[in-house]
């Protein structure tokens, strides 16, 4: 969904859905000229994406911060911790002293190289 000015002055809202072959299709819900109807048109296209489903209330307006879902974890997050177990493993840590630099230069390095970003 978004909001796109027109030749005439009005706020046209279109939905684009994408196909997985990257064809895409654009439904145009309305044109808005004013606030409101701009307004009233987004929460069309919401309900129009939301295809009838139902939505999970997670009740995050009662939480401090809401609005943005802190991140806690990430596949990437697996590739260090196997290059941390590496590391240990082939025995770095006790040949450097423990040297903290040292191995975040190591895995970041590997790091890299695993990604393909040398």
Known sequence: M?????RSGAM??????????????IEHLGSAHDEAELVALRAAAVERIAAGQVQLDLELDAVAGAGRLEI??????QLWDALCRAYD??????????????????????????LGES
């Open 2 to 6: 978004r909001a796109v000015r027109t």
């Open 12 to 25: 046209a809202v279109p939905v684009v859905w994408f196909s997985r072959r990257g064809s895409r299709q």
């Open 72 to 77: 806690v974890g990430s596949k990437a997050g």
């Open 89 to 114: 493993t082939l025995g770095f840590d006790p040949a450097t002293g423990g040297d903290e630099v040292f191995r975040a230069l190591v895995l970041a390095v590997y790091r890299d190289e695993v």
